[in-house]
């Protein structure tokens, strides 16, 4: 796994966009990325992943950077439809950041998840991938700590302190079936989300387990077939 230290050194991959920043996909091949074989590909300056009815995943995959970083801001471009290109059925995805990669030889991550989806409920909030599932909702602020929900205990401790927005007027912002621009900042315990300019959930992580550092990934979900596209994906580090 190589360090934010060497992004320079990633340059032949991942084209500089400006001071502090890197383009994370070079807009011609998956160089600086892995996956598992058959279900990514790249052309036209855009990454592709896909499933279909023969080549279903059995369990959540993703294409990993094959780099490392804790304190950023990441910029992308999504678009995401069913199999039959639908806008309002199956399909759900994201982008993993400070995540670990559990089973290398599958591409299977742990750690927090940027949601999105062809539905109507889940993009915009934080997901902890393999982990301790939803940390917020979309349109909320919330402290998490260390210990249970005294409601549930297989769940974690979740203070909501607050309201960044109302949940159905960000789903308005979002353009079904089109591409959306998300935006991720992570400073030290501090999580923000963003989709099209508008915060979707504002996080502060007191917990003992908070990951700190990790790497990037975008999420192929398991279930019925989906593609799902990015482009256009700068992470900056410095200010």
């Not at 607050?162 to 007027?169: F, I, L, M, P, T």
């Amino acid at each position: 796994m190589k360090s934010i230290s060497v992004i320079l050194a990633l340059a032949s991959t991942a084209a500089l966009a400006s001071a502090g920043e890197v383009n994370l996909f070079n807009g011609k091949d998956l160089r600086g990325w892995t996956g598992e074989s058959g279900f990514w590909s790249a052309e036209g300056g855009v990454i592709t992943g896909k499933t279909t009815p023969e080549t279903a995943v059995l369990e959540n995959t993703f294409l990993v950077w094959d780099g490392e970083v804790g304190d950023f801001e990441l910029r992308f471009k999504y678009k995401i439809v069913d199999a039959a290109g639908k806008t309002d059925g199956f399909g759900n995805s994201g982008v993993q950041y400070r995540s670990k990669n559990v089973k290398p030889e599958y591409s299977v991550l742990s750690g927090y998840q940027a949601d999105f989806e062809t539905g109507k409920k889940f993009s915009g909030i934080l997901y902890e991938e393999k982990g301790r599932g939803i940390l917020a909702l979309r349109g909320q602020k919330v402290v998490i700590r260390d210990g249970a929900d005294p409601k549930a205990p297989m769940k974690p401790k979740i203070e909501v302190v607050g309201e960044v927005g109302k949940s159905d007027e960000i789903q308005a912002a979002i353009h079904p079936g089109d591409w959306n621009e998300y935006v991720i900042i992570a400073k030290g315990n501090h999580l923000q989300h963003f989709i099209n300019g508008k915060l979707t959930v504002d996080v502060t992580d007191e917990g003992s387990v908070a990951a700190k550092t990790g790497t990037i990934g975008l999420q192929l979900h398991k279930g019925a077939p989906m593609t799902v596209q990015f482009k256009d994906m700068v992470l900056k580090t410095a200010d």
